[in-house]
């Protein structure tokens, strides 16, 4: 059992504490609903209520409301600020959880039943602890915990399906711990290790995906007439116009994040460089351990490399010289999630609202035999001005709270100058593996027709990264379409967050003009729901991996284009900083600005089929395939040059 179990296991084994009676308060309303129902897992029995948890209350930040408000004063290219980023003190400051807030949770404990020295407050003031028995967490949040087994493995964990607080307490908690929040992977490392199309965080899917039917490249192509079939640096250079040496690579940062156990391959590199950049053979990322991060040469071949070398082979060969962080995530045994890279660049976040959440971030120090000891990577790097991750889980894995705070904290990044970038998904309209929702928002095993968004590019304030093609028998010089080959561009709209302000015109145009033939069923058609990608780049390159006798893999997915966006990104940051400007951060408000929209490439063919319908259709202007298309550089990077 990983450490999950291990934490419960022995808070079980702990003698019941004398249980005061604890008092319901008559006012609760529903605060968290479990996401998905547990399908591998067999509810074996109610939890004794006298076994003891260790209860942790997250509570609600203050100025929340001004997030967006603080993130466009320095990322809209109208605001007089712009450009004019926070620094990580002034954020820590703003939105740390209010006195107020702390003392009306502490009374509702405490008129509860639960003595006041029983509470313990963290020292962020994020959350307030408390070791309470079954019987009294049952009766304060109206739940009902029992104990889940895996047949085949026997682990167990426990969890509630619902939980509540009193409806004037609901706006000072952000979530409670543990409850409704469940580990649906089955939790035994070692297997995982051995499953090579598994990574220990199963929620999290990874591209890119191999093209089955094609043998691998017999040559390098060389020129530009094959771009169709094979892109290179020299194919996505001529398509975006990429023409800069950076000159600022002292001061400037480009992160790209990875998840152990997928990593490099030095020799992998250096063919790619032999090939089509000479000069950097032998050209290493610094390699940033996050939680044990390690470059593992364990296991190999396209499941574990693929994606590492991919990223790293076409960052830098589209910013030489600029030198890359690679920013490594998890251990071997547990691995890691989004949230563990979030605590890495923020040391407020690891704790923040109570911190990770076991069912889907890695816990750090890692208890189990062979993990990483700690300390956890809390606030270790300062964030790189951009970062790329080609990985993403299912919106509907996640609860509304756990999506609302890890969300929260991309603004943040934003309003410190950092460009977050996620890799749209690669299934289209349907979520990882193909699978759709059914009516009830759950996965559904076949013929779910709702659509299964991604999540974090979801997030209003991450800018997602879909797929193009070059259309089979064109050129560099005619227009792309969206992806349609092996994978489709992952877009649609959110279920959980709002459309944000700067994308409103372009969306409520697109619903208008082209209103696509789906209703609500499908999608979250009421106009006022997040809609992404933002923008996409070619997802359609090859990647060259010695592990298979050095030769060319074609591979395919939005993995490829999120880290040609943040190679442009990097070249317009590094321009700005030679002319004593700072980064672009946060670049959303300005690309949807008609202004910017006129330096990207439209793309108006192809959709994003999948849940048994042809998809969206890319059409003129923002679309839920392809945002508002691919980036001219040569046209976008002096737009950006102009903005304070
Ligand atoms: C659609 O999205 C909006 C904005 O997030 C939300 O207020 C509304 O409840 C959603 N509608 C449905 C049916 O989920
Ligand atoms: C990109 O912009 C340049 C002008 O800066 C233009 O010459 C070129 O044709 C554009 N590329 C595309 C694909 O539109």
């Known amino acids: 059992m990983r450490l999950f179990s291990l934490t419960w296991a022995f808070a079980l084994a702990t003698l019941a504490i004398a249980a005061p009676s604890i008092t319901r308060r008559s006012n609760l309303v529903v605060h968290e609903k479990r996401a998905q129902e547990p399908r591998d897992w067999v509810l074996t029995r109610r939890l004794e209520p006298s076994a003891v948890l260790p209860m942790r209350f997250g509570l609600t930040q203050s100025n929340l409301h001004k997030v967006e408000e603080m993130l466009m004063s320095v990322s809209h290219p109208s605001s007089p600020t712009y450009g004019q980023h926070f620094t990580a003190k002034e954020i820590v400051d703003t939105f740390a959880p209010s006195t107020d807030t702390i003392e009306r949770v502490v009374e509702w404990l405490t008129d509860s039943g639960i003595d006041r020295s029983r509470l313990k407050l963290s020292k962020s003031k994020g959350w307030i602890e408390v070791d309470a028995t079954v019987e009294e967490a049952e009766t304060l949040i109206n739940a009902e915990y029992h104990v889940y087994t895996h047949p085949e493995t026997g682990a167990q964990q426990i969890g509630c399906h619902s939980y509540s607080v009193p409806e004037d307490i609901r706006e000072h908690i952000d979530l409670i711990k543990p409850t409704v929040h469940f580990l649906h992977r089955v939790p035994t490392p070692n297997q995982l290790r051995k499953r090579s199309f598994e990574r220990p965080s199963t929620h999290i899917k990874q591209g890119p995906k191999l093209k089955a039917d094609t043998s691998p490249l017999a040559t390098v192509p060389q020129d530009l007439s094959t771009c169709d079939e094979e892109i290179t640096l020299d194919c996505l250079r001529a398509l975006y116009s990429i023409d800069y040496t950076p000159v600022s690579t002292d001061t400037n940062t480009f992160g790209i994040l990875e998840f152990t156990p997928q990593a490099f391959l030095q020799s992998d590199l250096d063919m790619f460089f032999a090939n089509f950049s000479p000069s950097q053979v032998g050209t290493a990322p610094i390699l940033i351990s996050i939680d044990g991060g390690v470059d593992q040469t364990d296991d190999t071949g396209f499941d574990f490399n693929g994606e590492s070398d991919l990223d790293l082979q076409y960052a830098f060969g589209l910013t030489n010289p600029q ?36 069912t889907q971030d890695g816990i750090y120090p890692d208890p189990l035999p062979g993990g990483f000891n700690g300390p956890a990577s809390c606030g270790i790097l300062t964030p790189p001005f951009v970062t790329s991750t080609s990985y993403g889980q299912d919106e509907a894995s996640v609860t509304a709270a756990y999506a609302q705070r890890q969300c929260t904290e991309y603004a943040k990044l934003g309003m410190l100058g950092t460009t977050v970038l996620y890799s749209s998904g690669d299934d289209g309209v349907a979520g990882g593996g193909g699978v759709c929702l059914d009516g009830n928002g759950q996965p559904a095993r076949r013929g779910g027709v709702q659509f299964n968004p991604d999540f974090p590019v979801t997030c209003p304030f991450v800018t997602g990264v879909g797929a193009t093609q070059i259309n089979p028998g064109s050129t560099v010089n005619d227009p792309e379409g969206a992806c349609e080959q092996v994978i489709f561009s992952g877009g649609g709209f959110s279920n959980f967050f709002e459309m944000p302000d700067y994308q409103a015109t372009a969306v409520t145009s697109f619903l208008t003009n082209h209103p696509p033939p789906f209703t609500g069923e499908q999608f979250n058609n009421s106009g006022v729901a997040r809609g992404f990608p933002d923008l996409s780049a070619n997802g359609l390159v090859h990647v060259l991996r ?29 321009a700005r900083i030679a002319a004593g400007k700072g980064p672009v951060g946060f670049i959303n408000p300005a690309i949807y600005t008609d202004e910017f929209q006129a330096a990207f490439n439209d793309i108006t063919t192809g959709g994003n089929q999948g849940c048994g319908t042809p998809g969206f259709t890319a059409t003129e202007g923002w679309d839920p395939v392809t945002g508002v298309g691919t980036p001219n550089l040569s046209k976008l990077m002096p737009l950006f040059l102009a903005l304070p």
Do not use: H, K, Y
């Open 546 to 574: 010695c592990s298979v006798a050095g030769e060319f893999e074609l591979v395919f997915g939005t993995s490829c284009s999120s880290p040609v966006v943040g190679s442009m990104i990097t070249l317009i940051n590094d």
């Open 323 to 358: 030198p890359i962080l690679l920013l490594q995530t998890g251990d071997l045994v547990e691995g890691a999630s989004f949230d563990n890279w979030l605590d890495a660049v923020d040391a407020s976040f690891c704790t923040f609202e109570g911190g990770d959440d076991p």
